[in-house]
């Protein structure tokens, strides 16, 4: 079936890095552009990253210049490469695809910045 699974979260003190990626699969991955979303406690579901089939990119103002989205399309995973991390970082981090009209979600993996 179509899933979207993320990895590597955890804690992580101010200014240190995290890679998460997000493996999919039971669909053509190449074929769809990806999204990161994060949602910290309290607040909505926020895009924080976007990657198209041809490798365009697009980032929330709040994580431009820190983050990197990328994508492996011969191991169907896209990254998000987080540097510069802030406590205000914090939150679970989601993966997200639109196939045939519908949005494809993760279980998120959650990211805390905190010394």
């Known amino acids: 079936q179509v899933q979207l699974v993320e990895s590597g979260g955890g804690l992580v003190q101010p200014g240190g890095s995290l890679r998460l990626s997000c493996a999919a699969s039971?669909?053509?991955?190449?074929?769809?552009?990806m999204n990161w979303y994060r949602q910290a406690p309290g607040k909505q579901r926020e895009l924080v990253a976007t990657i198209t089939t041809g490798g365009s990119t697009n980032y929330a103002d709040s994580v431009k210049g820190r983050f990197t989205i990328s994508r492996d399309n011969a191991k169907n995973t896209v990254y998000l490469q987080m540097n510069s991390l802030k406590p205000e970082d914090t939150a679970v981090y989601y993966c997200n695809t639109i196939r045939r009209n519908l949005e494809v979600w993760g279980q998120g993996t959650l990211v805390t910045v905190s010394s």
């Open positions: 039971g669909f053509i991955f190449s074929i769809y552009a």
